[in-house]
């Protein structure tokens, strides 16, 4: 087995129970991956630091004095029954490509750090992209120490406990300033596997708006109201949600979901008194999100206005897409080419690490296939080969953007 697949293996272990695996931030388990990360780390004399969140960097040093880092990485956390490769794989890849430039003896101007951030899941401290949120300012970091979990333990408490805290003799990062990041992944979706590539450039990370939809019916006696003078909550809720799949589909390149539905009473004799629900709508294009955001509301004033029910569309949370960098994109599709690999270019439906850093420097992403396009469960896969492919693509791609950045 290859490094990378031999790694994989060993971090599949860290957090494995009968239905996946549970590495959230700050437990043993997700310690014990950082603990592992820095041993490989340390293994190569790479320099090893940390930051308050647990952000780990392990940096081959660059020729060029006062160069700034290429990061190079992903995250270590999963969501609760996850699988092996989201996240792992990026990081595993990321050590992998600094030990490829040791053995060919290949020298970058730039420091390359190989990066494990930390609760990208966001689902202990229910903050997405916790690490590099907060790498990237674009969250406070104390403010972040100061997030519950569901017990009430702070995330600056489950740092500081010796079972899932921060490592012990692991210097603090010092300020840095980013050249460029690239960040690894499998493509969680079936569009790689559909076309038989072996890689994808992605185009940009979608947008995403989340909100909670509220209808006010009147509930009454199944089999006495008449159809005409009813205000059934869910009839009405089925209008919309049929209203807004319509929207996605004709805005093209947006999904939209409805996941979540509650119907009160919830009772077989019982005419649906209100209904609340989840909307889910994602695009790499904003004004697309904002077409079906706009037929969600069209439909809910619609409905009120025929129904004799009340709705109200709360929006919840807003993510604007996030474009990866076009020079950046076309350096990795050169390395690919290079290489007589193929890629082409595909759009990220799910949110990445690289939605952050693409904030403050040049980013831009590789994607693998994932078997049956299955993430987020025990099941996702990606094979052996491909595996291996990514870590050679993604050793050329450093090689390349190191000539191209400043
Ligand atoms: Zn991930």
């Known amino acids: 087995m290859s ?26 388990q997700e310690r014990a991956a950082r603990e592992r990360f820095a041993a490989w780390a340390r293994a190569r004399n790479y320099a090893l ?7 780990l960097f392990a940096r081959r040093a660059g020729t060029r004095e006062g160069a700034r880092p290429i990061l190079v990485g992903s995250h270590l956390d999963t969501v609760p029954t996850g699988g092996a490769y989201d996240g792992a794989y990026g990081v595993v890849a990321a050590i992998c490509a600094l030990e490829a430039l040791d053995e060919r003896n290949a020298a970058t101007e730039h420091p390359v750090d190989a990066v494990a951030w930390v609760g ?20 406070d970091v104390e403010r ?9 333990v702070t995330l600056r408490d489950a740092l500081a406990s010796p079972e899932g805290g921060l490592l012990d003799g692991v210097p603090m990062r010092e300020e840095m300033r980013v050249a460029a990041y690239v960040e690894l992944h499998v493509e969680q979706g079936p569009v790689l596997e559909r076309e038989a590539v072996p890689l994808g ?23 006495t109201v008449p159809m005409a003078r009813r205000g059934d909550a869910l009839c009405a809720a ?36 209100r209904t609340t629900f989840s909307v889910d709508i994602r695009s790499p294009h904003d004004d697309r999100i904002e077409a079906v955001e706009k037929a969600l509301r069209e439909a809910a004033t619609e409905a009120q206005a025929r129904r004799r029910v009340n709705t109200s569309v709360e929006r919840l949370e807003s993510r604007a897409p996030a474009p990866m960098d076009p020079k950046l994109r076309a350096t990795l599709h050169k390395a690919v080419a290079a290489l007589d ?8 439906g799910a949110g990445h690490d690289a939605m952050c850093l693409s904030r403050i420097a040049p980013t831009a992403m590789l994607f693998v296939p994932s078997i049956g396009g299955r993430s987020h469960v025990a099941e996702e896969e990606t094979s052996p080969e491909d595996l291996e492919t990514g870590v050679t693509a993604l050793v050329a791609s450093i090689i390349e953007v190191d000539k191209f950045v400043i």
Not at 201 to 223: C, E, K, L, N
Request: some cysteine; hydrophobic content about 40%; glycine content about 14%.
């Open 238 to 273: 089925a209008e919309l949600i049929l209203a807004v799949e319509r929207a996605a589909i004709v805005a093209g390149e947006s999904v939209a979901t409805v996941g979540r539905l509650v119907v009160e009473p919830n009772g077989t004799n019982v005419i649906p008194a």
């Open 3 to 28: 490094a990378v697949n031999e790694r994989l293996a060993e971090l599949a272990e860290l957090g494995r129970h009968e239905n996946g695996i549970d590495r959230a931030l700050g437990t043993p």
């Open 49 to 55: 630091t940390q930051d308050r969140v647990g952000n």
């Open 144 to 152: 972040a120490l100061s997030l519950q979990d569901s017990e009430g």
């Open 201 to 223: 450039v992605v185009t940009a990370i979608a947008g995403q708006r989340r909100y909670r939809v509220v209808i006010d019916g009147t509930s009454g006696h199944a089999g």
């Open 120 to 139: 990208e899941e966001g689902g202990r401290f229910l903050l997405g992209c916790l690490g590099s949120s907060v790498f990237t300012g674009a969250h």
């Open 341 to 348: 690999l193929k890629a082409i270019d595909v759009p990220s």
